[in-house]
């Protein structure tokens, strides 16, 4: 048997990887470069990158330099190493963290899961004490991450890509093959090299902001990367902010039997999340799902002053902290949380500093964000960028596709099948990525999961589809795995146009949420229709039973509205629209409509024909009463399928077939 050629064994290693990530939760938090959880370090530097007592290097010329490790910077070393080029990857995650080991959002991940595994309060009602319990805790996340570590490695090593665990800084010069200049200062020592690559991609990914009134020191005062630095399990957690990692955080440390203070700037918890995109009845019902689990919410409010005992005294010392008016600066009075921890979590910024990009001749946005054109290029030639550090979307799936067209565009990974090929003319630039909701699916890992794509209904009124929007939900109480498990809790959300019925968005609240979205993403990225969702079979027990009731609900919405449209028609036809038909005009309507002659009797009880005119609401309830199918063009996507047949028939009951012949 012939030996694999190396670029189809490092296409194979790079398919693997992310598989393995996925199996571990990295893949799905391949959310952008973070710094990792603090633990001891599993890489060192390997024999051709560099030696402490001198350093060799194999080469100095690369056709990519890759700074920063995370899951961006990681996907463009090895699509380049499968396209058969050199690679080098420039990593500053400190010596004591694990590294290659994944974003901050894959420590939330591993302790969400943890803390469904493990239950704190009946821990602690057993005698068992808190340091016993988060020593457990930690042992649990930082598994995780250990193996997600081992798993990347794993991958460029076997890619032969070399790694340089250090600082870079772009020197604006070039070599005589006109590679750019990187100058790489080694963290365990003061030593540094430099390294020339004909592609330079940025992929340092953000950090969080830092909220200017709050004495952060790792100890007991954190933002959203630091948290995971935490050394004991704190009884009160005092959070601030009102986004996505606010709201995981806060349902985690609840799960973890924490008393948990959510202070939040704005007025509502739902302005805030409807903002990102979120379906407003999902925000309010996130809301009232965290108050039920003891979620103190205080609006309006933010950090005015913040005591924390001295650095390194007992945990039991709560803190003190003190809010005030946003805007105004008033102090709250009377108003002051005491707790044990505080965390913030009020947005992220680019990690651009150190890196000289704009000496170099990179220009950055007016955020600090690096600017890049479509094909992710920024204003120097060859150097490009991905991730968080361009600004939103922040999200791993869109730093990872960035990262696969940088790959296409350097290498020209164009042949369709390949792992990197995407269809042409696809830009992934933050405005390419944000001009479109269906671009891509958003999970977010509360307890239970929140995830979604497109359209709400209210964006969709604004973008100009006037009033033909419907939605439909269905609840998972009412499914029969939600019957086997005993859920009472969660919906999932379709919104679609109307009268065609394609579906626009889909929002879902509840359990497996983060992998039931793949499926709406699908159906809403193709323009499928509701009828075609009760076209599809489903293996039985699963919670895809969400999308066939929905659907089936848009469904009987679109019948009404059409059988409104056709009945107003004959409203219309006696010259007066006052909401009265005359019953001569509705059974000769209905009759050509195509709705037989039984079904017309029960629509006119014999009573009313002797009337002249009989309520126009009357009829449409009796009609849908009867589940009568309204006449309407076919769905094109069926009548594409049936290779141009005739549409349904009106008058039809709903799920009427014809009888079978007879011999």
Same mark, same amino acid.
């Given at each position: ?126 005698? +068992? ?5 988060? $020593?457990? *805790? @930690?042992?649990?996340?930082?598994? /995780? !991450?250990?193996?997600? &570590?081992? =798993? ?31 100058? +790489? ?5 003061? $030593?540094? *090299? @430099?390294?020339?690559?004909?592609? /330079? !991609?940025?992929?340092? &990914?953000? =950090? ?31 959070? +601030? ?423």
């Amino acid at each position: 048997m012939m030996a694999p050629s190396r670029p189809l064994f490092i296409f194979l290693a790079l398919w693997a990887v992310t598989q393995c990530m996925a199996f571990t939760g990295a893949f799905h938090s391949l959310l952008p470069h973070r710094s990792m959880l603090a633990l001891s370090p599993l890489v060192r530097p390997r024999r051709h990158v560099a030696r402490l007592g001198g350093l060799s290097m194999l080469r100095n010329e690369y056709d990519l330099v890759v700074v920063g490790a995370g899951p961006t910077g990681l996907t463009a070393a090895l699509s380049a190493a499968s396209a058969g080029k050199t690679a080098v990857i420039i990593d500053a995650t400190p010596k004591k963290q694990v590294q290659f080991s994944g974003p901050t959002g894959l420590y939330s991940k591993a302790l969400r899961d943890t803390a469904k595994k493990i239950d704190v309060g009946v821990l602690r009602n057993m005698g +068992v004490r808190d340091t016993a319990v988060w $020593r457990q *805790v @930690q042992e649990m996340t930082s598994e /995780v !991450l250990k193996e997600s &570590g081992l =798993s990347n490695l794993a991958a460029i090593q076997a890619g032969n890509i070399p790694h340089l665990r250090g600082t870079a800084r772009l020197t604006g010069e070039k070599s005589e093959g006109g590679g750019h200049a990187v100058d +790489v200062t080694f963290l365990e020592t003061d $030593r540094s *090299v @430099q390294v020339y690559g004909q592609n /330079v !991609l940025i992929a340092t &990914g953000s =950090s969080p902001w830092r909220v200017d009134t709050v004495p952060y020191d790792d100890e007991r005062v954190f933002d959203s990367d630091t948290i995971k630095t935490l050394g004991f399990l704190p009884k009160t957690v005092a959070i +601030v902010g009102a986004g996505i990692i606010a709201i995981e955080y806060a349902k985690i440390f609840s799960r973890l039997d924490c008393k948990v203070t959510l202070i939040v700037r704005g007025k509502s918890l739902a302005t805030a999340l409807t903002r990102i995109g979120i379906d407003p009845d999902i925000a309010l019902e996130l809301q009232r799902d965290l108050c039920l689990n003891k979620v103190r919410i205080i609006f309006d409010a933010e950090i005015d002053e913040v005591q924390a005992p001295p650095k390194g005294s007992d945990t039991n010392r709560p803190l003190s902290i003190s809010l005030k008016q946003p805007g105004t600066g008033a102090k709250k009075p009377n108003l002051t949380v005491k707790s044990h921890v505080l965390m913030t979590a009020t947005g992220r910024q680019a990690n651009t500093r150190g890196l000289d990009l704009e000496a170099a001749g990179v220009e950055l946005d007016k955020g600090g964000n690096v600017a890049v054109d479509g094909l992710l290029q920024t204003t120097l030639p060859n150097i490009y960028a991905s991730g968080d550090v361009l600004g939103p979307p922040s999200l791993a799936s869109t730093g990872i596709e960035q990262a696969l067209a940088v790959s296409r565009t350097m290498f020209g990974m164009e042949t369709e099948g390949t792992f990197g090929w995407r269809e042409p003319d696809t830009n992934y630039d933050p405005r390419s990525l944000m001009s479109d909701p269906l671009k891509y699916p958003i999970g977010i890992w509360t307890l239970p999961e929140m995830a979604f794509i497109g359209s709400t209904k209210a964006s969709a009124l604004e973008n100009g589809l006037g009033e033909g929007v419907g939605e439909a939900v269905a609840y998972y109480s009412n499914t029969i795995r939600g019957k086997v498990q005993g859920i009472g809790f969660g919906f999932l959300k379709l919104v679609y146009t109307k009268p065609e019925g394609r579906i626009i968005g889909v929002h879902i609240l509840g359990e497996d949420a983060c992998e039931l979205i793949h499926y709406g993403t699908a159906l809403a990225q193709s323009g499928k229709t509701v009828q075609s969702v009760l076209g599809t079979m489903f293996a039985a027990v699963t919670f895809h039973e969400l999308f066939k009731s929905a659907a089936s609900k848009a469904v009987l919405d679109l019948d009404k509205a059409r059988w409104i449209k056709m009945i107003r028609t004959l409203d219309e036809a006696d010259g007066k629209a006052d909401g009265w038909i005359q019953v001569e005009s509705l059974q000769k309507g209905l009759a050509d409509f195509g709705v037989q002659s039984d079904d017309v009797s029960k629509i006119i009880l014999p009573a009313e024909k002797e009337q002249e005119e009989i309520k126009q609401s009357t009829v449409i309830s009796r009609v849908m009463k009867l589940g009568l199918k309204p006449r309407r063009e076919a769905d094109p996507q069926q009548r594409e399928g049936a290779g141009g047949s005739s549409a349904p028939q009106a008058g039809v009951r709903l799920g009427a077939s014809k009888a079978p012949a007879t011999k």
